[in-house]
């Protein structure tokens, strides 16, 4: 008998080694458990219950190991529900059985249960009770594995796992990788999900083997993963990348020095690479990797071998099926372009394929929104040739719909004819236009909430005729009632006062609620640049047509000191320093010291302004300053006081107006005008005394101080300066500037400014307070002060009356760091007294620039060349400035 035990084991084993089990045993015969028909309590039908538990009872303990005997030989032992522990061991002796286990299953509503006792027929353990509860019938399954789970661990004593073990790591933690196997302690022990567990080991990426050891003890089985490591990574090499940065490509791996080596982790960084290169039009890239241990087999270096190969451009964009919208236009809707000559500095021409699949959802809802209401835009083709990149668009445009009629319904306020329908983009007899509906919408909503209808829907209802190609067009309008502002919270303001912030508001408290009110009102905070972030939030009261108002205010701070520097063809070298205070002790007033020094210039001024003067909208403050500039041929030391006052006129325009007296005289005459008798009569003059008063007009639109891209910007400064106020001569001064920034097409941008300025006064009006062109905010093709009329030795003396105009186009060159490039033409003379201003002797200038919006400060090279240049004129010029200025 125990030669055919050891033959049995042998076979055993050789079968489970030969199955390819990672850890081949054998184990003793498991003992054979018979599940009695349970006494069913509640159920509709006992005999569909029953089959249900034995099902579930079969399929559950077969996943786990447990032997249990077929259910039918137990039906026709048992013959019908067993109630009794003495019934039940009658027929486990019948059947041969190790365990029996009898019960009831009760049902009540939607509540379960089962109530079982197992039996062990030797005697050696005590009945144990088992129970599970579950809420609805559908989780019945959930109950037996639960009773399945207590009967495992009582039959198969053996088979539970007691302890589950980690062996042979050295860098990974045993608990990371517990955490990836499902074997836990206190299951039943299951060769199958021990085979699952090792290959879930193996797909963390951190080993080379992955065994397992089981090990019998009287507490169960103590289960060990045995576990190999793969090497260090000592170091990572990037071969062959010129026009990506090592540090990019290795922030884009998910490989890292010193981390353990994952080879799959390496295979998707080859990936990783070439998606980088792709994204910057490499399509031809080829990355390779390769794994050596140079020093021993614990330590890797890995090396990403690139070849860049040349960028693939997009070379053309063709449609098919486009018969009334132009390819041109349909390019013009679309983010990818084919390439230019803008390639080499921008990223035109780049394919990159999750931008060309928005681009066929942009053309699908541009010809939608323009009345092709059945136009589909399909999938492109795209084909690499040698040149580049050439993609075929489908298009089937179908029929382009009308609008048959365009009414306005629902709850309509008074006099809506004036305010809104006469206001409405979206009429009949024109073609089907979704902007403009979306134009009407955002229109419509704007009138009611201004008259005080704090909520308001408008639903479009477009009803399309396909037989006709027409729709019609009804804007719904449903209003609730209006809205009065209560009370108006101020939070945040640690420093301002709160009458500071609610002079600003254009809405308080009592009015009718108006949104263009609160928007102002944000604008307007915003503005004062006191604070970091402005919220006005409406908040809902108990009062139905009363909405209270949060100001969310976060402060910054508005006192600084600061230093900078620079460079200017205009001033040379030059360094700058500031203090100021914008929100004076919270109160909005302004304090400010600036100072400049440079090789031609020098600028000190002390500076005061106090808004809203007797509570009112009325600001005013004063201007002390010392200055010293640098002509052509002399320079002129200034010092004086301005006192001004202001008036704000809507969110954009202001007026001011103010009494100016100063003190010049001009010195350091160069060696030309040492000899020139108008140089040399001013200088004889000694300190000429300005005494004047003067108004002007600014309005400003623009959405951007240094690089605008669209808005508009005016000004007039009419000045009188008189003996009669204590001067030294009498001058009517009058300066007029215009511009406007309008987008052209892509980023272009363009930009027109026009100024001009006219004298009037007495023959004894000083040089200097003559106009004098040339310089980066002039004339580009001259250095400051180097064009207007001149005198019998050349020498430029300045003129009475000028006109400039300056034109541009500017556009994106690294868009992400601010920087644009920009072409000009300037046109422009001064003219003398006795002479009106003539076009056919205005000087011209072109050429291009560069600007950027560094970290350091504003920056701007530009290049005039002269046009049609006579004797005299220079050929060329540049012009530079850089740094802080105030």
């Known amino acids: 008998m125990p030669g055919k035990r050891r033959a049995g084991i042998i076979v055993c084993l050789l079968t489970f080694f030969v199955l390819g089990f990672p850890r081949a045993w054998c184990e003793e015969a498991q003992p054979r458990v018979a599940i009695l028909p349970f006494v069913i309590y509640g159920a509709s039908t006992s ?47 019948k059947l041969g059985a190790s365990y029996v286990m009898f019960g009831n299953y009760k049902q009540t509503g939607e509540s379960i249960s089962i ?16 129970l599970a509860e579950q809420q609805g019938t559908e989780n019945l399954a959930s109950a037996v594995e639960k009773i399945v789970g207590q009967t495992t661990v009582d039959v198969v004593g053996k088979s539970v796992i007691a302890e589950v073990r980690v062996a042979g790591n050295t860098r990974i933690e045993s608990a990371a990788i517990e955490e990836a196997v499902k074997s836990k302690k206190g299951q039943l022990y299951n060769p199958v999900q021990v085979s699952d567990d090792i290959r879930a080991i193996f797909k963390m990426g951190y080993f080379e083997k992955v065994d ?13 993963f045995v576990v190999k490591e793969n090497p260090i990574i000592s170091k990572l090499v990037i071969k062959g990348n010129k026009k990506e940065k090592k540090k990019d490509i290795l922030a884009a791996v998910t490989t890292k020095q010193y981390a353990v080596l994952k080879r799959s982790d390496i295979a998707g960084d080859v990936q990783k690479i070439r998606k980088l290169y792709q994204e910057k039009g490499y399509y031809n890239v080829d990355v390779s990797s ?6 021993n087999l614990h330590e890797a270096v890995v090396t990403y071998d690139i070849n860049e190969n040349g960028k693939v451009y997009v070379k053309s964009i063709k449609f098919t099926g486009n018969k009334h919208i132009k390819s041109s236009k349909l390019i013009g809707e679309m983010q990818t372009r084919p390439w230019s000559l803008l390639s080499y500095v921008t990223d035109r021409g780049i394919l990159q394929r999750d931008i060309l699949e928005t681009d066929i959802e942009r053309l699908n809802a541009y010809y939608h929104d323009i009345g092709y209401m059945d136009a589909v835009v399909g999938s492109p083709d795209i084909k690499l040739e040698k040149d580049g990149f050439h993609i075929t668009i489908p298009v089937d445009e179908g029929y382009r719909y009308k609008i048959e009629s ?3 319904s629902g709850d309509l306020i008074d006099d809506y004819k004036d305010k809104i329908e006469k206001k409405l983009e979206t009429k009949a007899n024109e073609f089907f236009n979704g902007g403009k509906i979306r134009h009407d919408l955002d229109l419509i909503k704007s009138i009611y909430m201004n008259e005080g209808y704090a909520k308001v829907e408008v639903d479009p209802r477009v009803k399309r005729d396909p037989a006709t190609h027409t729709v019609a067009v009804d804007l719904l309008v449903k209003k609730y009632g209006i809205i009065r502002i209560g009370r108006i919270t101020i939070t945040g303001n640690t420093r301002t006062r709160d009458y500071v912030i609610r002079r600003a508001m254009k809405i308080a408290e009592g009015d009718i609620f108006s949104a263009k009110a609160i928007q102002d009102s944000q604008y307007a905070l915003r503005r004062l640049d006191f604070f970091k972030d402005v919220e006005i939030v409406p908040v809902a009261t108990p009062q139905s047509n009363i909405m209270d108002l949060n100001v969310k205010i976060t402060e910054k701070q508005t006192g600084t000191i600061s230093v900078g520097g620079g460079y200017s063809t205009q001033d040379g070298l030059f360094a700058t320093g500031q203090i100021q205070q914008k929100n004076l ?18 600028y000190y001024m002390l500076s005061y302004t106090k808004p809203w003067i007797f509570d009112t909208r009325f600001s005013g403050g004063f201007d002390i300053y010392d200055w010293v500039r640098g002509y052509q041929d002399f320079m002129v030391n200034t ?13 954009y325009s202001n007026v001011t107006a103010y009494y100016v007296v100063e003190n010049s005289e001009i010195n350091s005459l160069d060696a030309l005008a040492s000899n020139d008798p108008v140089f040399l009569n001013a200088e004889a003059n000694g300190w000429q005394l300005k005494s004047g008063v003067g108004v002007g007009f600014e309005r400003n639109t623009t959405d951007q101080p240094f690089l605008p891209t669209i808005g508009s910007y005016m000004g007039v400064t009419v000045e009188y300066d008189s003996k009669n106020l204590g001067g030294s001569y009498n001058l009517l001064k009058q300066d007029y500037h215009v511009g406007y920034y309008h987008p052209l097409f892509w980023k272009f941008i363009g930009h027109v400014r026009a100024e001009a300025g006219f004298e009037n006064g007495t023959a004894d009006i000083p040089i200097f307070e003559r106009y004098f062109l040339g310089g980066i905010d002039s004339m580009r093709g001259w250095k400051f002060g180097y064009l207007g009329p001149k005198d019998a030795n050349g020498l430029v003396v300045g003129g009475n009356k000028y006109a400039v105009i300056n034109t541009e186009v500017l556009f994106p060159i690294l868009e992400h760091y601010g920087v644009r490039g ?18 056919s002797n205005f000087k011209e200038d072109i050429g291009p620039g560069i600007r950027w919006n560094s970290p350091f400060g504003p920056l701007r090279i530009e290049m005039g060349y002269v046009l049609n240049k006579k004797t005299g004129d220079p050929t060329y010029e540049w012009q530079f400035s850089a740094g802080a200025f105030f």
């Open 47 to 93: 005999a569909k219950t029953q089959r249900s538990l034995d099902e579930l009872f079969a399929r559950l303990g077969a996943r786990v190991g447990l032997a249990l005997i077929e259910p039918a030989r137990v039906e026709r032992a048992a013959g019908g529900p067993v109630r009794s522990e003495a019934q039940a061991k009658s027929i486990g002796n």
């Open 585 to 602: 002790n919270g109160t909005g007033q302004y304090l400010g010291l600036q100072a400049m020094v440079a090789q031609s210039a020098q």
């Open 639 to 651: 010092y004086g006081v301005k006192l001004r006052t202001g008036y704000p006129l809507g969110n």
């Open 406 to 408: 365009a009414t306005l």
């Open 212 to 224: 397992a050891e089981v090990k019998n003890t009287s507490a169960g089985k103590i289960l060990t």
């Open 115 to 130: 109530q079982a006792t197992l039996v062990d027929m030797s005697g050696e353990k005590k009945p144990v009770v088992l």
């Open 822 to 839: 920009l072409v000009f033409f300037d046109y422009g003379n001064a003219f003398p007294a006795g002479q009106q201003i003539d076009f």
């Open 290 to 295: 390769d794994i050596t241990f140079p020093n």
